[in-house]
C-alpha cells in the first residue's frame, strides 16, 4: 500500500483578471521509505502543489482534488482541525528559507519543544531530553548550548538543522523537503543533504525533494516528477528518466548540465520564458519554447497519460537514445 496517493491536485489563486491556475492535475504516488523527487524551473508550481498537500494555503486559495489518500486515511474527509493534527506528525516539511522559518522571538529549543509537547507529549524534562536527541540527531554540536541559542546566532546551516530536528519531533512517515539547501553554500549544501537521506534511511521515511538541481536528482531519487507552468509533464524511475527522457522539457533539463555541454563550452539553453497568467499558450504550455512543436501543439492541450515509456503529457513523445 502506497503512503501518499494524489490524483488531479489543482490549486487556482484569485486576481483582479480572474482565477489563476497555478497547479493543474497533478497526480503522485509515494511508498514507504521511497525518495520522489519534483524537479522544474521557478514558478512551476512544486511549492504550491505540496503546500496545497499540508493544507498551508492561504483561505482564498481554491484546491481541487480527486483523491488524496496519507497513510491510509482520506484527507478529502478530514476537517480543518484534522488536518492540522496531521502536519508535523503523519506529514512534516522541511521550507526553503531556514533563517526565516524559525521565528526569532523564541529559543531553538523552545521551538523543537513545542513540536515535541504537540506530537508526542511527556513531562518538561522528557520533552528536552528528546530535543537535545533531536538536535544531536542531526548533527548540531553542543547541543545543551545550542538549545537556549536564538535563531539569530545560528548559521544558516545550523538554522536548517535546527528545522530538520523539528520537522523530525513528530516521528512523520512522510517528510518533504522543499529547496532544502537553497540559501546555504555549496559546502553546506551537501551536508544537508547527506544529512537527509542518512535521516530517511533511519526513520524508513517517505521523502519527497523539491528541488531544481538535476545531479542531486539522479544521486538520490528512485522516481522523479517533471513540472512545467503548473503542470505535470513527465513521471518515471529515476534511471529511465535520466537514461531515456521522452517529454521534450526533460531532454532539454538534462541537456543543459554542465557535464553535458558542448565540445565548445557552451551550455544548451531552453529559449523563451515561462507562462504566466496573461500569456498561456492555447494548446502545449511548452509549445512556444520547444524544438519538436507540431501545429496540433498548438492548438491542442495533451493530458498526462500513461504510454509505454511513462507518465507523459505530450502529443510526440521522444524517442531517445541513452543519455548516461
Known amino acids: 500500500m502506497s503512503l501518499l496517493s494524489v490524483r488531479n491536485l489543482s490549486v487556482a489563486f484569485p486576481t483582479q483578471n480572474g482565477w489563476f491556475q497555478a497547479v493543474e492535475g497533478i497526480n503522485l504516488t509515494v511508498n514507504p521509505n521511497e525518495i520522489l523527487a519534483i524537479v522544474g524551473e521557478s514558478g512551476s508550481g512544486k511549492s504550491v502543489a505540496m503546500l496545497a498537500l499540508m493544507n498551508l494555503l492561504p483561505p482564498q486559495a481554491r484546491i481541487t482534488c480527486d483523491e488524496l489518500v496519507l497513510d491510509g486515511k482520506n484527507l478529502l474527509q478530514l476537517t ?5 493534527r496531521l502536519n508535523g506528525g503523519t506529514v512534516a516539511m522541511i521550507f526553503q528559507e531556514p533563517m526565516t522559518s524559525l521565528n526569532p522571538c523564541f529559543t531553538v529549543g523552545y521551538q523543537i519543544d513545542e513540536a515535541v509537547k504537540t506530537h508526542v507529549g511527556g513531562g518538561r524534562k522528557e520533552r528536552k531530553e528528546q530535543v537535545l536527541s533531536l538536535l544531536e540527531s542531526v548533527g548540531i554540536p553542543d547541543p545543551a548550548r545550542r538549545y537556549d541559542a ?10 536548517q538543522r535546527a528545522m530538520i530536528a523539528m520537522a523530525l519531533a513528530g516521528q512523520p512517515k512522510l517528510l518533504i523537503a522543499d529547496e532544502p539547501t537553497t540559501a546555504l553554500d555549496v559546502t553546506v549544501q551537501a551536508q544537508i543533504l547527506e544529512l537527509l537521506l542518512k535521516l530517511q534511511q533511519q526513520f524508513q ?21 517533471v513540472q512545467y507552468a503548473g503542470q505535470q509533464v513527465e513521471k518515471n524511475s529515476a534511471y529511465e528518466l535520466f537514461n531515456h527522457p521522452h517529454h521534450p522539457y ?9 557535464e553535458r555541454a558542448l565540445p565548445t563550452g557552451l551550455l544548451p539553453t531552453i529559449p523563451g520564458l ?7 499558450p492555447q494548446g502545449c504550455l511548452f509549445a512556444p519554447r520547444c524544438a519538436y512543436q507540431q501545429a496540433r501543439c498548438q492548438t491542442e492541450v495533451p493530458a498526462l ?7 507523459i503529457r505530450c502529443f510526440y513523445p521522444l524517442e531517445t537514445e541513452t543519455m548516461l
Open 305 to 311: 497519460a500513461q504510454q509505454q515509456q511513462g507518465w
Open 274 to 280: 515561462v507562462p504566466g497568467q496573461h500569456n498561456r
Open 250 to 258: 526533460t531532454a532539454a533539463l538534462l541537456s543543459a548540465l554542465p
Open 150 to 159: 536564538y535563531p539569530h546566532q545560528m548559521s544558516g546551516g545550523m538554522s
Open 205 to 225: 521515511m517517505g521523502l519527497i525533494l523539491i528541488t531544481h538541481d538535476m545531479g542531486v536528482v539522479a544521486e538520490t531519487a528512485q522516481q522523479v516528477v
Open 80 to 84: 480543518a482541525t484534522e488536518r492540522r
